[in-house]
């Protein structure tokens, strides 16, 4: 399958996907802080690698990342990023304690890390929970894998599988958005990629044609 060749019905579907799965994912994200959140219209991307990291804010931008390999007949990589100060709210939020950080010092604080990874557990399972309903495909997250550092480096992870296979990546791209208004609030990033042997799959489930 060629990227660049996708017809407007296909990337609809993409679309769709991305926003059932973005939807089930604020419900989910409302509970766990116990505010409203929003998620907005997701875009369907097909860009170069390099493109990509300008996604995230270049590929030099700090950001704590959580990434799940898709297993099942679908599978792929989905990334939950958020920017250091946004992950620390969360976890303030999630423990109902203003002095948590995520770090002591120079050490990582296992109680906020544990607390992240836990969000992303609920997240991501929530979001590929209702990919499966919608698609009928079986799809189920992998351990939470958890680091902070350049979106360059935490990105390439996920890139490299798809490189052996094409230059592309189709990204469905999902923010997430505390609608409070507050200036520091939890916003996130999803980035949902799937491999590209699972676009076939995903459309045929969805009795759509599989363009060439």
Sequence with gaps: MKYEQLSLIQLDALREIGNIGAGNAATSMSKLIQKKVDM????????????????????????VGILFEIHGKAPGIVYLLFSLEEAELLVKQMTNDNSMTLYNGEEPNSIAFSALQEAGNILAGSYLSAL?????????????????????AILTVGLLPISEFTDYAIIINTKMNDVQGEHNGVNGQFLLLPSPESFTKIFQALGIQDDK
Excluded at 42 to 52: H, L, R
């Design 132 to 152: 499966s309903d919608f698609t009928n495909i079986n799809m189920q997250p992998s351990i939470p894998h958890l680091s902070i550092d350049m979106a360059g």
């Design 40 to 63: 907005e219209v997701p875009n369907i991307n097909i860009v170069a690698f390099d493109e990509v990291m300008e996604m995230v804010g270049g590929a030099e931008n700090l950001v």
